[in-house]
C-alpha cells in the first residue's frame, strides 16, 4: 500500500497537473448545434489523420523508396506481408475519407459563414489543411510507383513549373532534377512521411488553439430551426455567426444567447462515437474495396486511359477544358480566392450588404466543382 | 520591454549585435540548407545521332527510335524534309503516342491532339510537339541532333 501511495506521490511530483485546471479546460462551453453529426464533422480529419499516422508509420516498416524497388515492395505489403493488404488499404481509404472529411467541414464552415471575423486566420489554416491533405493525397499515390503515380508526378510538377518566378525552381526542388525518377521518389517520400506530417501537426495545433481562443462559433437558426430540433437553414436567410455584424442581413447582437453544453464529457462522447462509426465504414470499405495495385510504372509510355484520385478530377477535367495557361493560372487563382475568401466576402458584404452573394457564390463553385468531378468521372 | 527597463545605449548595441548575429548566422544556415536542396544538374550537350538513310524512307513513311533517355523520336518525311518530332507532349509532359489509322498523334493525359508535323489540331497543348534539328549528309545518311545530359 505504501509502494502505491509513493509511487502516486512520484507521479504528482513528477506531473504536477492541477487538475481543476485540467478540469476546468476540457469543459469548454460547446454550443448546442454541435450536437447535430453535420456540425460535428470537424473532429474526423484528425481522427483519419491518426490513423493515417499509425498506418503509415507501419508500412514504412516495408516500403523501400527507390524506383527498382518501390512497386515491388508495394506489392510485396499487398500480398505477402501479414494483414499488408488490409493495413494498405485502411491508409488508402482513409486518406480518401479525410480529404472528404474537410471538405465537409469547410461546406459546412462556408455555408454557416463560420469564416467571418474575427475567424479570417482559422479559414485560412483550414485552407491549408485541405491542400495539405491533397498533397499529402498525391505524394502518397506516387509513392506506389505504379503507373498513375508515375505520370501524375510528371504532370504534377509540371503544372508547378508553370507557376509565375519561381515555377523553374520549385519543379526541379519537387523533382530534384529536371524529370521524374529517383531523385522525385526520394523527395515524394520525405514529403510524404517528414515535411508534409509536421506541416499537418502545425496547422492542427494551430487550427485547435485559434478555435479555443475563439471558442466554438455560436449560430443564429433561422425561426425552424430551434437548437436541439433538427436542422433547418433558410437559403433566405441563412445561419449567421453571432460574432459577425457587418452589414448581413443575419446579424445577430451579442446580447443573444444559445444554450451550451460541456465539451467533456458530451461533446467528447459525440466525437469517440463518431470515431468507431469511422472505424467501421473503414473496415467495410476496406473490405469491400481493398487498395488495388496497377501496372508498374513505365516512363516510356503514357497509359490511354490515365486518372488521378477522385480529388483531382475537377482540376483534371479544367485543364483539359482549357489552354495551358488558363488551365494552370486558373487554378492557382482558384485557390488564391478559396485561402483569401474571408477577405473577399467582407468585401463583397461592404459592398453589397442587403445580398448574400457569398452564399450564391459557395453555391455556384460546389455546383462547378461537382460537375466537374462528375464529368470526369463518369465520361 | 518593462517601463522601468531604461534603454542604455550598451543594452541597445548589445541588442543590435545580437540580432545581427542572429541573422547572419541563421542566414548562412538557410542559404546552406536552400543549396543542398535545390539540385544542380549538367548543360545538356549537343549529340547527332544516326537514324537511317535517306532512301528508306520515301515521302510520307515515318519511322521511330529512342534517345538515352529512351523516349520516342518520330522522324517524318513530310515530302519537303525530314522532321524529328519528340512525343513528350507540350502540355503537361506525358507521351503522346502516334495512331496510324487516324494519323495524328494523341496525348492521353488531357486530350491533345497533333497532326503529322507536330501541330496542334485540338485539345490544351499551348505550342506544336518540339523538333529537333535533322541533317542529311552527303550519302544520305539521316542524322538528327538531340540534347541529352
Known sequence: MSAIKSLQTWAKESFPLDLDVLKEMSSEPIPYHLKRWWFAVGGTP?????????????????????????????ARITNEVPFGWYLRSIHKWSANLMVAAVILHMLRVFFTSAYRKPREFNWMIGAGLLLTSCVFGFTGYSLIYEQISY???????????????????????????????????????????????????????????????????????????????GLSISVSAPV?????????????????????FPFYPDHFYTELIIGLVLTFLLTILTLVAPAHLGEPANPLVTPEHIKPEWYFYATFRWLKLTSFAIGVIGTMIFVLVFIFWPFIDRWLVRRYPAKEISFWVGVAGFAIYMIFTLWEAFV | MAENEKQTRRSFLARLWMGAG???????????????????????????????????????????????????????NSGSGFIALSTTCTHLGCT????????????????????????????????????????????DNVFVEMREA
Open chain 1, 240 to 260: 449567421t455567426p453571432m460574432e459577425f455584424r457587418e452589414g448581413s442581413a443575419g446579424a445577430a447582437t451579442k446580447e443573444e444567447k444559445s444554450p451550451t
Open chain 1, 151 to 229: 505520370w501524375a508526378a510528371v504532370v504534377g510538377t509540371n503544372i508547378a513549373e508553370a507557376t509565375p518566378l519561381i515555377g523553374g525552381w520549385l519543379a526541379n526542388f519537387a523533382r530534384g532534377g529536371p524529370e521524374v525518377g529517383a531523385n522525385t521518389l526520394t523527395r515524394f517520400f520525405v514529403f510524404h512521411i517528414g515535411v508534409l506530417p509536421t506541416v499537418m501537426v502545425i496547422l492542427l495545433v494551430l487550427h485547435v488553439v485559434q478555435i479555443r481562443l475563439h471558442g466554438v462559433t455560436r449560430l443564429r437558426f433561422d425561426e425552424r430551426g430551434e437548437p436541439g430540433v
Open chain 2, 22 to 76: 542572429l541573422f547572419l548566422s541563421y542566414g548562412t544556415a538557410a542559404f546552406y540548407g536552400f543549396s543542398f536542396l535545390s539540385p544542380r544538374f549538367r548543360k545538356p550537350q549537343p549529340r547527332r545521332i544516326l537514324v537511317t538513310s535517306a532512301d528508306k524512307l520515301p515521302p510520307g513513311a515515318t519511322t521511330t527510335f529512342k534517345d538515352l533517355s529512351g523516349r520516342k523520336i518520330v522522324l517524318v
Open chain 2, 96 to 139: 503522346a503516342y502516334w495512331v496510324p489509322e487516324k494519323s495524328h498523334f494523341f496525348c492521353p493525359c488531357h486530350d491533345g491532339y497533333f497532326d503529322v508535323n507536330g501541330t496542334v489540331i485540338s485539345g490544351p497543348p499551348p505550342r506544336p510537339l518540339d523538333k529537333f534539328e535533322v541533317f542529311v549528309d552527303e550519302n
Open chain 1, 46 to 74: 484528425l481522427y483519419l489523420f491518426v490513423i493515417q499516422a499509425v498506418t503509415g508509420i507501419m508500412l514504412t516498416f516495408y516500403y523501400v523508396p527507390e524506383p527498382a524497388e518501390a512497386y515491388n515492395s508495394v
